[in-house]
């Protein structure tokens, strides 16, 4: 069996074993091993020689602590009730407009991303927080539990975000200027879900009735509030990228302050505190586990020479370069139906980003494209963290709900999905939005 026909193989068998329910860092481990030992005529020391330097190689790997400090960060922002002084604020200035609360849930989710990382625990956090309030206020459970999982992506779109550093640690990319890509696709991102909960409340006035008036006493208050957590952000993100600090020292800094921030707004007991170090712990550990079997998985698609045959395939076949993207888009689309965010980063960047970095965008250089597509990737993927039929987001906001049928939380997500949708195809003809930062403090 050739090379491509092996790794062919290797991908059949994984999707039968995830079809299973089988953990993904397991089944990459598996199927990785099992293409090695072909590949090798069965030599197990070799394979077990091959582990040995494997697991040492990425578990030594310095750029590897930053996971660990922004998930901490993350922990203190979601027990240490951030994400209250967040929805309160935006709510302030936005909670008298019909879909005001609803829109305020999604800023909150955007600035609760800039401190946390992760999209199901922004999902989760902010569903406990705003599900509340929009219910006291009449909101129609489709559109509460819609915009609530829509806005809970915007946990990995808003920097920092582990995915991107997974990205950034795979293809030797430069995390800060990952990071400040993000951050205009984030905005816009936010933009889009306001502005659908504003088309559905318009054809439906009833669905998002206005809540009262705050005094601007009151928002000046939830302001000076929160201008902690933004510096947090500003420090992390600018610090990174200005040079400052490199991002395991920005994230130290981070999760540092954040915990002090919590600690000081009262929140932080030392329960809250072994919650999150434990959290941390799991999700770390959980991390860890599926880097190695990508490890693994990697290894023996190395070996069977697949990715560079099919990069060399793609380059020779004359295929439209926005064509070929157009594809590997879809595939991610795909893929969000049996796998999560992580998992797809970490089984797909092998072997499409060679193939991105073989054709030609519009003259981009290497380093741009590198950047958006890293952005691309990561857009697609927050996709499938809501889109029928797995949608962790729309699972956790469902269950958070409680009296709401899954179908209509579905239906809430489909206004959002299309704005997705637009926004993708954007960054796809104008890669200008992602980069504009980049170059602008670049330079």
Request: hydrophobic share 55%.
């Amino acid at each position: 069996m050739s090379g491509t026909g092996v790794g062919l193989s290797i991908f059949g068998v994984l999707l039968v074993l995830l079809a299973l329910r089988i953990p993904i860092g397991i089944t990459m481990f598996v199927c990785g091993a099992g293409g090695y030992l072909y590949l090798m005529n069965g030599e197990i020391q070799i394979l077990l020689s091959s582990l040995k330097s494997l697991a040492f190689a990425r578990l030594s790997n310095y750029d590897l602590v930053v996971i660990p400090l922004f998930l901490l960060m993350g922990q203190f922002a979601t027990h240490g009730g951030l994400s209250r002084m967040l929805f309160h604020f935006v709510s302030a200035f936005l909670g008298h407009r019909k879909g005001g609360v609803a829109m305020a849930a999604i800023g909150a989710c955007a600035g609760f991303g800039a401190i946390c990382g992760s999209s199901l625990a922004t999902a989760a956090t902010m569903g406990q927080v705003a599900l509340p309030e929009l219910r006291r206020y009449g909101y129609s459970g489709a559109l509460s539990t819609g915009a609530l999982a829509a806005g809970g992506t915007l946990g990995i779109m808003i920097p920092p975000s582990v995915p991107l550093v997974i990205y950034a640690i795979l293809t030797q990319e430069s995390i800060g200027k990952l990071f400040m890509a993000a951050v205009l696709p984030g905005i816009i991102a936010m933009i889009g879900y306001m502005v659908v909960v504003q088309i559905v409340v318009h054809l439906n006035p009833a669905a998002g009735p206005a809540g009262p008036r705050v005094p601007w006493p009151e928002r000046l208050k939830s302001l000076l509030q929160v201008l902690p957590v933004l510096l947090v952000f500003v420090v992390v993100i600018v610090g990174i990228y200005g040079g400052w600090a490199n991002p395991t020292e920005a994230a130290s800094i981070g999760a540092a302050a954040c915990g002090l921030l919590a600690l000081f707004s009262g929140n932080m007991n030392f329960e809250r505190l072994k919650q999150s170090l434990l959290g941390t712990a799991q999700a770390t550990a959980m991390i860890y586990l599926v880097l190695l079997g990508a490890d693994m998985l990697n290894t023996a698609l190395a070996l069977s020479q697949m990715p560079a045959e099919l990069a060399a395939w793609v380059k020779s076949s004359g295929f439209p370069p926005l064509l070929v993207m157009a594809v590997i888009l879809i595939v991610y689309i795909l893929l969000g139906c049996v796998m999560d965010a992580l998992a797809m980063i970490l089984l797909t960047i092998p072997i499409f980003y060679p193939m991105v970095m073989g054709l030609d965008f519009w003259g981009m250089s290497q380093t741009d494209k590198s950047i958006w597509f890293g952005i691309l990737a990561l857009m697609v993927v927050e996709i499938g963290l809501v889109h029928p039929p797995v949608g962790m987001n729309v699972y956790i906001i469902n269950r958070l709900a409680g009296n709401v049928p899954l179908v209509e939380t579905f239906k809430g997500v489909i206004p959002f999905l299309i704005s997705d949708l637009l926004r993708i195809t954007l960054l796809v003809f104008f890669p200008i939005i992602s980069l504009y930062l980049v170059h602008a403090f670049g330079s």
